[in-house]
């Protein structure tokens, strides 16, 4: 199996598949964020200039990490009928999430160019380029959006993908060109060692780099000695988040089975762990969502082990059913747990749910179940009331967590609080968002999760111990 050490390593190892375009008029656009420096390098190899191709992912209401199509520049849109249907999104909620995304779209676009204009495409070979492909609506949108600039052939180019990601693609580029096609592919970030976050800032100053390089040595010293293009690295993950898309040291990669299916996962149970947190990923994420990945290393520092756990397949997370397939996702969640009890280092130790989006409900379903034992379950952004009846019997004490500007999941969870018979709370993150992007507020819901978890798993604990010294 093909892993890159980096977006730039795997910039030069597209690269060199890409040699038979040199002096075919080429223009190399990035993605961004991601893959503008994987599209850098490329663009050196070639000769070419290099532009990015702005394109929006359109969310779905109330989990915007899973894509129901995506619009770019030029008023181009991609649309998948079928998640629109399954989420039940109407055309007036489409069309208000479109026109936020096509604001979007012009903000970024003025920021990552600086000013400067779109390279003409007229003509030319435009090759675009992403770090990896999952899902393949954005990068359709952006072959159309190229397409409809006028270029006369389009070739779409990415480190990783899935197989048959040709299928998904179609007819919307001219040629196809992957350095690697696992036959295993559960995310992008699985074949990358270093999968840390690119800034709008790293986008730009990439950009002007290759800008002051086009126009010759005097223009790009220039540049440089003003400080407007530094070199293009990596950038850190933000302090809230961890390194995203790589399994972390420390822990075990596992796979739990459900049937025939086999679900990998990473496990990281502490020598004096006090109890044990199931990590419930959303729609669109995984073990490696770097959110969830920070915070399990909080729960980790508070004594507690964790087990992040793929609910779906690769394959499966492209089946929308199976995605809003909340009964599917609480049955394999209470898999887990049973495999998770079985395990040496787990027995008599008690188990905590954590979800995110959709995960939420299956957590709230999975411990609603008679004989569940579950000792507390915290919801981040989640979707509590897709768990419909079943919250009336859930008996582990539950938190809410929920971004203050996040209105629209707020109300939901507030609704499905009242349904609630268990001891909760609502916790409201004020400046939050759906993803708690913004400065602090991840931190803030890890702490609350983390509060919530040892307080709760530690009284179960220390009951049963003193049940065993009586």
Same mark, same amino acid.
């Given at each position: 199996?093909?892993?890159?050490?980096?977006?730039?390593?795997?910039?030069?190892?597209?690269?060199?598949?890409?040699?038979?375009?040199?002096?075919?008029?080429?223009?190399?656009?990035?993605?961004?964020?991601?893959?503008?420096?994987?599209?850098?390098?490329?663009?050196?190899?070639?000769?070419?200039?290099?532009?990015?191709?702005? =394109?929006?992912?359109?969310?779905?209401?109330?989990?915007?990490?899973?894509?129901?199509?995506?619009?770019? $520049?030029?008023?181009?849109?991609?649309?998948?009928?079928?998640?629109?249907?399954?989420?039940?999104?109407?055309?007036?909620?489409?069309?208000?999430?479109?026109?936020?995304?096509?604001?979007?779209?012009?903000?970024?676009?003025?920021?990552?160019?600086?000013?400067?204009?779109?390279?003409?495409?007229?003509?030319?070979?435009?090759?675009?380029?992403?770090?990896?492909?999952?899902?393949?609506?954005?990068?359709?949108?952006?072959?159309?959006?190229?397409?409809?600039?006028?270029?006369?052939?389009?070739?779409?180019?990415?480190?990783?993908?899935?197989?048959?990601?040709?299928?998904?693609?179609?007819?919307?580029?001219?040629?196809?060109?992957?350095?690697?096609?696992?036959?295993?592919?559960?995310?992008?970030?699985?074949?990358?060692?270093?999968?840390?976050?690119?800034?709008?800032?790293?986008?730009?100053?990439?950009?002007?780099?290759?800008?002051?390089?086009?126009?010759?040595?005097?223009?790009?010293?220039?540049?440089?000695?003003?400080?407007?293009?530094?070199?293009?690295?990596?950038?850190?993950?933000?302090?809230?988040?961890?390194?995203?898309?790589?399994?972390?040291?420390?822990?075990?990669?596992?796979?739990?089975?459900?049937?025939?299916?086999?679900?990998?996962?990473?496990?990281?149970?502490?020598?004096?762990?006090?109890?044990?947190?199931?990590?419930?990923?959303?729609?669109?994420?995984?073990?490696?969502?770097?959110?969830?990945?920070?915070?399990?290393?909080?729960?980790?520092?508070?004594?507690?082990?964790?087990?992040?756990?793929?609910?779906?397949?690769?394959? $499966?997370?492209?089946?929308?059913?199976?995605?809003?397939?909340?009964?599917?996702?609480?049955?394999?969640?209470?898999?887990?747990?049973?495999?998770?009890?079985?395990?040496?280092?787990?027995?008599?130790?008690?188990?905590?749910?954590?979800?995110?989006?959709?995960?939420?409900?299956?957590?709230?379903?999975?411990?609603?179940?008679?004989?569940?034992?579950?000792?507390?379950?915290?919801?981040?952004?989640?979707?509590?009331?897709?768990?419909?009846?079943?919250?009336?019997?859930?008996?582990?004490?539950?938190?809410?967590?929920?971004?203050?500007?996040?209105?629209? =999941?707020?109300?939901?969870?507030?609704?499905?609080?009242?349904?609630?018979?268990?001891?909760?709370?609502?916790?409201?993150?004020?400046?939050?968002?759906?993803?708690?992007?913004?400065?602090?507020?991840?931190?803030?819901?890890?702490?609350?999760?983390?509060?919530?978890?040892?307080?709760?798993?530690?009284?179960?604990?220390?009951?049963?111990?003193?049940?065993?010294?009586?």
């Amino acid at each position: 199996m093909m892993i890159f050490n980096d977006r730039t390593d795997a910039g030069r190892k597209l690269a060199v598949r890409l040699r038979h375009l040199r002096g075919e008029h080429a223009v190399v656009l990035g993605l961004p964020r991601g893959g503008v420096p994987v599209a850098a390098e490329v663009a050196r190899e070639l000769g070419a200039p290099l532009d990015v191709i702005v =394109v929006r992912k359109l969310g779905v209401p109330f989990q915007p990490e899973l894509g129901m199509g995506a619009v770019g $520049e030029g008023g181009v849109r991609v649309i998948d009928p079928e998640t629109v249907a399954g989420a039940g999104v109407t055309e007036a909620g489409l069309a208000v999430i479109e026109a936020r995304e096509r604001a979007e779209v012009a903000r970024r676009a003025l920021r990552y160019r600086g000013g400067r204009p779109r390279v003409p495409l007229s003509g030319r070979v435009a090759v675009i380029v992403d770090d990896g492909i999952a899902t393949g609506s954005t990068a359709r949108a952006a072959c159309r959006i190229a397409r409809a600039a006028g270029a006369a052939r389009v070739v779409l180019a990415v480190p990783v993908a899935p197989p048959r990601w040709q299928d998904t693609i179609g007819a919307d580029a001219d040629e196809l060109i992957a350095a690697a096609t696992p036959a295993y592919f559960y995310a992008i970030g699985e074949f990358y060692r270093d999968f840390s976050q690119t800034s709008d800032e790293q986008v730009a100053a990439c950009l002007a780099e290759m800008a002051a390089r086009e126009l010759g040595p005097p223009a790009e010293r220039a540049a440089l000695e003003h400080g407007e293009a530094p070199e293009l690295r990596a950038a850190p993950a933000p302090a809230a988040i961890a390194s995203p898309d790589a399994d972390p040291p420390g822990d075990d990669v596992v796979e739990v089975a459900d049937g025939s299916v086999r679900l990998p996962g990473l496990l990281n149970i502490p020598g004096d762990a006090a109890g044990l947190v199931v990590f419930a990923h959303g729609s669109g994420s995984s073990r490696h969502s770097p959110r969830n990945q920070y915070v399990a290393s909080v729960l980790r520092q508070a004594g507690l082990g964790t087990l992040l756990l793929d609910l779906l397949t690769a394959d $499966e997370e492209l089946d929308r059913a199976k995605v809003f397939d909340v009964g599917l996702l609480a049955r394999r969640l209470a898999a887990a747990t049973r495999w998770l009890r079985s395990q040496p280092a787990a027995a008599g130790l008690p188990v905590g749910y954590f979800g995110a989006s959709t995960g939420a409900a299956a957590a709230l379903l999975a411990a609603a179940e008679p004989g569940a034992g579950i000792a507390a379950v915290v919801s981040r952004g989640g979707r509590p009331d897709l768990a419909g009846a079943a919250l009336r019997s859930v008996r582990a004490p539950t938190l809410l967590i929920v971004g203050g500007d996040d209105w629209a =999941v707020l109300d939901l969870n507030r609704r499905a609080q009242a349904e609630l018979r268990c001891e909760n709370d609502l916790a409201v993150v004020r400046g939050a968002s759906h993803l708690f992007e913004e400065p602090g507020t991840l931190a803030a819901a890890a702490a609350l999760a983390r509060d919530w978890f040892t307080g709760n798993l530690n009284a179960i604990r220390h009951t049963a111990a003193s049940a065993r010294g009586r």
